[in-house]
């Protein structure tokens, strides 16, 4: 079952470890299905319908490249994906993220408040030691998530997080009614990559719009790097806005779309 962290502006709908999305690439650890604000729903699913072995809400996601350890044990030994647990490796073909790989999760421990939630987990293999604390917590109309990883053992911990921000506002598609906005200039030549076979995506100056709803998958690959962890998502219809600003300095930003029929 699902928990709700409420106050008197937003409402949290949490998967607990051991509960709804049960795979091997998202953490465990803070599982948001989405948030209600103002009787709106803002929140959707990688798929047409919630999948338990699929991404949703604002999940997130450690060692998207490399996990710990991956490249140094052979096929048959495990390796570490912080937020999940001891993964099977399973060839010596590169980590792939969308590989389901068998894993033994963490022991997860978590303390629930009316407005927020505590994790608490050890990862103790082949010399990677650590503790991590992750809180996710409501504050007005905003929720607030922290981290915190301390290495006690003998190696280097090295690893990044990828935010996934699966959102819609009441399952309104894509279209001109959204815009979502940076804090710096967008311009199109110098994004790596721009997959938008219906020249559909508008770009004008911060921001990035829809001239129509789309009718097939596009994906903007590293939009901008190294700037500020920041980004607004403007809905027009119903007159709101979701942000989310972060504390440090994201390495690179990518942007895509599902159409679900």
């Known amino acids: 079952m699902p928990v709700e962290l409420i106050n008197d502006k937003l409402s949290l709908i949490i998967d607990l470890p051991g509960g709804g999305y049960s795979g091997s690439r998202f953490d465990h650890t803070g599982k948001i299905r989405y948030v209600v604000f103002d009787n709106l729903v803002i929140g959707t699913a990688e798929t047409e319908n919630f999948h338990y072995k699929k991404g949703c809400g604002f999940y997130n996601e450690f060692g998207i490249d490399a996990p710990l350890g991956y490249d140094e044990i052979q096929p048959g030994k495990e390796f570490i994906k912080p937020g999940v647990g001891y993964l099977l490796k399973v060839s010596?073909?590169?980590?792939?993220?969308?590989?389901?790989?068998?894993?033994?999760?963490?022991?997860?421990?978590?303390?629930?408040?009316?407005?927020?939630?505590?994790?608490?987990?050890?990862?103790?293999?082949?010399?990677?030691?650590?503790?991590?604390?992750?809180?996710?917590?409501?504050?007005?109309?905003?929720?607030?998530?922290?981290?915190?990883?301390?290495?006690?053992?003998?190696?280097?911990?090295?690893?990044?997080?990828?935010?996934?921000?699966?959102?819609?506002?009441?399952?309104?598609?894509?279209?001109g009614n959204y815009k979502l906005q940076f804090p710096f200039n967008i311009t199109r030549e110098e994004i790596h990559k721009v997959i938008d076979k219906e020249n559909n995506l508008i770009f004008d100056?911060?921001?990035?719009?829809?001239?129509?709803?789309?009718q097939s998958e596009f994906f903007i690959d590293n939009l901008k790097s190294n700037c500020k962890a920041e980004w607004k998502l403007i809905n027009r219809t119903y007159g709101c806005m979701i942000s989310e600003k972060g504390n440090f300095v994201a390495h690179k930003i990518n942007y895509g779309v599902n159409v679900m029929s």
């Not at 915190?148 to 690893?159: H, Y």
């Not at 911060?206 to 709803?213: A, G, L, T």
């Open 92 to 175: 010596d073909k590169p980590y792939d993220f969308f590989y389901d790989y068998q894993f033994r999760p963490f022991d997860f421990d978590y303390r629930i408040g009316q407005e927020r939630i505590i994790y608490r987990y050890l990862c103790n293999l082949n010399g990677y030691v650590f503790e991590a604390v992750k809180e996710i917590a409501l504050s007005g109309n905003r929720f607030i998530i922290k981290y915190e990883m301390e290495n006690k053992g003998d190696k280097t911990i090295r690893t990044n997080e990828y935010v996934h921000n699966f959102i819609s506002v009441n399952s309104q598609n894509i279209s």
């Open 205 to 214: 100056r911060d921001f990035i719009s829809w001239k129509n709803e789309p």
